[in-house]
């Protein structure tokens, strides 16, 4: 298992940009399927970007467009960079990590799938 550590939110106006960061530590030695959630306060923990091993990603109707999911395995560091940013994409922002299994290819924004969390980075948008 590895710890996750996010950072990089923000509050920012409308249009903005943010590039997230979530550095990896702890079994760095195994390879691991990635991804970006975020959650609203009162709304369910949404999965936005994921990436696998390979460098290939999927994303959510929430993160098409204008969220672009990377990663840098020699820094263990995933990256989630935002643009033209909306208020309705206020929300505390995690990263996950489960080393790959068949399910996340077929279910890659299926939650309870990933064993390792951050704690969570705060990105406020305001009109």
């Known amino acids: 298992q590895v710890q996750l550590m996010e950072a990089g939110g923000d509050s920012v106006q409308a249009g903005g940009s943010l590039r997230l960061s979530c550095v990896v530590s702890g079994d760095t030695s195994s390879s691991y399927y990635m991804a970006w959630f975020r959650q609203a306060p009162g709304k369910e923990r949404d999965g936005i970007a994921a990436i696998r091993t390979n460098g290939k990603t999927t994303y959510a109707r929430a993160g098409r467009d204008r969220f672009t999911i990377s990663r840098d395995d020699a820094m263990n560091t995933l990256y989630l960079k935002m643009s033209d940013l909306k208020p309705e994409d206020t929300a505390k922002y995690y990263c996950?990590?489960?080393?790959?299994?068949?399910?996340?290819?077929?279910?890659?924004?299926?939650?309870?799938?990933?064993?390792?969390w951050g704690q969570g980075t705060q990105v406020t948008v305001s009109s």
């Open positions: 996950a990590a489960q080393p790959p299994e068949q399910r996340l290819e077929h279910f890659p924004f299926m939650a309870g799938a990933y064993n390792s």
